[in-house]
């Protein structure tokens, strides 16, 4: 079994198929040894579970130079992790190192087979659909040497895997209702959750978190060497802006999700964001990683998590110091099975009433704009609402080394007095919404910046800039600084897919971890 070293990043699910729950992750790169990695590259804007009996498109080659690929004989090998999997394979990773070692009694035991022929001539769409819920691996490969029979595998021959992804099914999303939708901070929101397709005990975990902070920031997986069956943790630097979480997490006892039991945990305030990647690393068995905190961004987030029956009320506290805004919310439910799980997502909007606007208008759900709260330090004294905003850009700092945090600012752009203003930024390629952004730049040299502001009433104003970025001339430390450590003796749990605030980023992470190339 020999692997294609751009196979981690050539085969792509299209998370905008029907009936699909999706998720905005943050942005997340890769740097590897041969440094032909750049943002944007590991092409995972949006996280998904999909649902049965729809179709889902796989593109192959987007972004990936295919054109000197072997394509005789390709496969697409489809593998559904059994329901009640007694030994390995009970993840993907785990499926695609037995299936490099051989081990067919394992494999067959533990999930199911199929297999179709394909035509492969470089850049292309595929197209499968799950037809039951659970766990789903696809491999593309050449050499014409797997075939299938009543769900077993067999390898007869060598074999070159050009792509692996993995999805995950659900045949529905459950049931939330959300009371309030338009909160304020310190203000306990309830969620009403149904897992309709499961029975019996059911862990249920709802995680609450600032929307723009979190798909604004940045993680980098840094690989420093070549991609092969012996690669380790100790390979591995996940990179991040994101410093702590801030809010409130109650994990009840005995909560256990996709297998993973979780022990009794409350703690308020503070929590390394480090730990958290550490966790969910160490979970998909890939020990010795280590974190580098590379901004100063707090994310506002709690997180509550409890043992009940598949319907039941989830209450999850939001936190005093919280800033006002669209939070996302994540619900999961699951059972003892690697099939019986259910979740859905949505968003409230986080709003401070004592400013007298006592209507609360906009609700959650949506995607709409913030409530921007005067501090009574206006400037110009033109209180017209209907006034042209203007755009002014602050980047601090201006130059920047490489690999140094960069903050872009926009809180000079408008009278404070307007309701509502929208904040899109355009930097290098890459779009991103909100007051204020951060960034880190890997390559020296001028980076563009437009800011467009844009009011409640529709009045726009851009205005554009230049960063510039140098080369680091100091000696580099000896290793990546550590994050503090925390208060409280645990880490802030998120086994697998939605248990935590950083879902969308930490599943990222779990997915390019689990295509270590076998």
């Known amino acids: 079994m020999s692997v294609w070293d751009r196979s981690v990043l050539s085969l792509r699910t299209d998370s905008s198929a029907s009936g699909a729950v999706t998720v905005d992750n ?18 995972r804007p949006t996280l998904a579970v999909f649902q049965t009996g729809n179709e889902v498109t796989l593109s192959f080659g987007d972004g990936v130079d295919t054109s000197n690929i072997p394509t005789d004989d390709a496969q697409l090998l489809t593998a559904h992790l059994e329901e009640e999997a007694s030994a390995t394979p009970t993840t993907g990773r785990e499926l695609l190192s037995e ?12 999930a199911s087979f199929t297999d179709k022929r394909i035509t492969l001539s470089g850049d292309q769409e595929l197209t499968v659909t799950p037809d039951k819920p659970g766990h789903y691996v696809y491999v593309l490969a050449t050499g014409g040497n797997l075939s299938t029979s009543n769900g077993d595998l067999e390898i007869s021959g060598e074999t070159t895997v050009l792509g692996v992804e993995q999805l995950a ?23 009403d959750v149904n897992a309709t397709e499961l029975e019996g005990d059911t862990s249920h975990a709802v995680a609450v978190y600032d929307k723009s902070t979190f798909t604004t920031s940045q993680m980098t997986v840094n690989i420093s060497e070549q991609l092969s069956t012996d690669l380790s943790g100790e390979n591995v630097t996940i990179k991040h802006e994101i410093k702590e979480f801030n809010g409130i997490q109650n994990i009840e006892d005995n909560v256990s999700v996709f297998n993973q039991r979780i022990g009794e945990q409350t703690g308020t305030g503070l929590t390394q964001f480090g730990d958290v990647v550490s966790f969910i690393a160490n979970e998909g068995n890939v020990d010795g990683i280590e974190t580098d905190v590379t901004g100063e961004t707090t994310l506002n987030a709690s997180t509550t998590a409890v043992k009940a029956s598949p319907e039941t009320a989830v209450t999850v506290e939001t936190y005093q110091n919280w800033t006002e805004g669209d939070y ?32 609360g208008g906009g609700g959650g759900g949506g995607d709409g704009g913030f409530v921007d709260e005067p501090d009574g330090d206006t400037s110009d004294g033109n209180e017209s609402e209907q006034q042209q905003p203007n755009a002014a850009i602050a980047i601090d700092p201006n130059p920047a ?7 872009f600012s926009a809180t000079k752009s408008t009278d404070e007095t307007q309701d509502s203003v929208d904040y899109e930024w355009k930097i290098n390629n890459g779009t991103f919404e909100g007051k204020t952004v951060t960034r880190t730049f890997n390559e020296p040299g001028e980076y563009p910046v437009e800011l467009t502001v844009r009011t409640e009433a529709g009045e726009t104003d851009t205005a554009t800039a230049t960063l510039t970025v140098e080369k680091d001339t100091e000696t580099e430390p000896d290793g990546p600084d550590q994050p503090d450590e925390p208060e409280d003796d645990g880490g802030f749990p998120i086994p697998g897919f939605g248990v935590g605030v950083a879902i969308a980023a930490l599943l990222s992470v779990a997915l390019l971890l689990s295509r270590r190339q076998t």
């Open 99 to 110: 299936l490099s070692n051989e081990n067919i009694d394992n494999l067959n035991q533990n």
């Open 169 to 191: 099914a659900q045949d529905s999303p459950s049931d939330v209702t959300v009371s309030p939708t338009s909160p304020e901070p310190s203000d306990e929101v309830t969620f």
């Open 328 to 359: 996302r919310w994540v619900h999961i439910a699951t059972g003892s099975s690697s099939d019986a799980f259910q979740v859905n997502t949505g968003t409230v909007t986080i709003e401070d009433y004592t400013s007298g606007d006592d209507d």
């Open 26 to 43: 943050l942005v997340l790169d890769a740097q590897t040894p041969r440094g032909d990695v750049s943002s944007g590259d590991l092409n």
């Open 401 to 407: 080394t490489v690999n140094e945090t960069v903050t």
